[in-house]
């Protein structure tokens, strides 16, 4: 017989328990669950319209589902040459690679390209991930444009105004001549959607190719001086300030320097 006096469990979806406790985002947990990869009290899942509660004991891929930590955030500074994926079908070295072994389970929020530089935001959270990738959050994201030729104040007004290429419109960019250098013009951009190769895609459709993209800051969050392949978690009463989360600061920053490479 229950005790009456022993609070009730609090059942969740599935799926967001699994993307709280960092093994993927909502929506790619729902998938595996579809393919037949998590099981719930030794039972195979066949729908992921189910809920759990902490007494309930879920496997994914053959490994036990951990109590979710803390949600937590890390500033990486991505090299160029990395995917930002966690396993590559062309067995390219991935970002996940290239971690410190201290690190624990996270995600990316969002991609960086094969060729594009700099901060790229870690979670071990996938609800986090969900919330820092909807176009509804409104974060702009500031990135060093190197372009090869230039461009005129007439053209990066058409980046301005928002474009249109190959029948998909682009927002409004917020767009800085710098300075031009030799055969190649700096400038620095700022975009809200981050739709596929957007930069990328936007200069060509003007004239011009980018030979060089550095992501400097993502909504309040800042490269400044992170080398390439650094990690800095944010301070807790930072992550709770800018996402809203109800949870007390338990965590210090922590920077780790990889080896360099030969």
Do not use: C
């Not at 579809?34 to 994914?60: C, H, M, Q, S, Y």
């Not at 062309?90 to 996940?96: A, E, L, Q, S, W």
């Not at 001549?177 to 003007?206: C, H, P, S, Y």
């Amino acid at each position: 017989m229950d005790d009456p006096n022993k609070p009730a469990q609090t059942a969740e979806r599935i799926a967001k328990v699994m993307a709280r406790a960092g093994i993927a985002s909502r929506r790619a947990a729902e998938r595996m669950i579809e393919a037949g990869r998590v099981t719930v009290n030794g039972k195979l899942l066949a729908t992921p319209a189910f809920t759990v509660t902490a007494a309930d004991k879920i496997v994914v891929d053959g490994k036990p589902v951990g109590t979710p930590d803390v949600p937590r955030l890390w500033l990486y500074h991505k090299p160029s040459g990395l995917v930002t994926t966690e396993r590559d079908e062309k067995g390219r070295t991935t970002v996940f690679d290239d971690l410190p072994p201290e690190m624990p389970r996270v995600m990316s929020v969002g991609r960086l390209d094969l060729t594009s530089e700099g901060l790229l935001l870690l979670t071990n959270d996938g609800e986090i991930k969900r919330k820092l990738e909807l176009p509804s959050t409104g974060w702009l994201r500031k990135y060093r444009v190197r372009i090869k030729g230039s461009l005129s104040e007439a053209k990066l007004d058409q980046l301005r105004a928002g474009i249109e290429v190959d029948g998909m419109k682009y927002q409004p960019m917020d767009v800085t001549f710098d300075r031009q250098q030799g055969a190649n013009a700096w400038l620095t951009v700022g975009i809200r959607e981050g739709k596929n190769r957007e930069i990328r895609k936007t200069m060509m459709a003007l004239g011009v190719i980018v030979n060089r993209l550095v992501r400097v800051s993502y909504g309040p969050f800042k490269l400044d001086k992170l080398k390439a392949s650094e990690v800095e978690e944010v301070k807790q009463r930072v992550v709770k300030d800018q996402l809203g989360l109800n949870q007390e600061p338990k965590l210090k920053p922590k920077r780790t320097r990889k080896p360099t490479r030969r």
